[in-house]
């Protein structure tokens, strides 16, 4: 037997199906690439849904957006390899793995770059399908900050809100020069 239940002030008290799609945050970038901005974008309804905003991520601005300034540290082409959530012990949050392929190495990419793919990554997931923490790979290896101590390799680091309040003025500026850092970014206000 089937209900219909209307809702006050919607207008339509008859039978309606149910929503094949609905509203997510990705975040992109604004001011030339020194702030995160949260865009709300329609996308399918499924499970789990932090995989379609992951998804709607990489498609990146409209040209609309990018007519606004709109940008995406994360390139064009690159593409989802993998996507999995794991639960904690807690069961109430988890660990989203995100591996990208086609993308630039970390060393090709730099600190403040990194900072901002990180930063888009983890703040479209954190809060959605029980997701507190995002990792994130490149072609099956980590990929993020690179560790000062040899061998040099990209940290394999779990990104949460308390670890992106740590990536506040990030900048890099001309090697050797005095001048003023000519890229920064933070990644929370």
């Known amino acids: 037997m089937a209900v219909a239940v209307a809702t006050p002030g919607c207008g339509d008290h008859g039978h309606r199906p149910a929503s094949t799609s609905a509203n997510a945050t990705v ?62 012990l807690s069961r109430t949050s988890g660990t989203a793995t995100v591996d990208l392929g086609d993308m630039p190495s970390v060393d090709e990419t730099g600190a403040v770059n990194v900072a901002r793919v990180v930063t888009q990554v983890a703040r479209t997931l954190i809060g959605l399908s029980g997701i507190e923490r995002v990792r994130l790979r490149v072609d099956g290896q980590p990929w993020g900050f690179t560790s000062m101590h040899p061998p040099n390799r990209a940290l394999d680091q779990l990104w949460d809100y308390r670890a992106l309040l740590g990536l506040y003025g990030i900048c890099e500026g001309t090697p050797g020069a005095e001048t003023p850092p000519r890229d920064c970014f933070s990644a929370l206000p």
């Open 27 to 88: 975040y992109f970038l604004t001011d030339r690439g020194t702030a995160p901005l949260g865009v709300r974008r329609s996308i399918r309804r499924s499970s789990p849904f932090a995989r379609q905003s992951l998804e709607a991520l990489l498609e990146g601005p409209t040209e609309a957006e990018r007519d606004a300034g709109i940008t995406s540290a994360i390139p064009k082409g690159a593409t989802l390899r993998s996507f999995s959530i794991a639960p904690s």
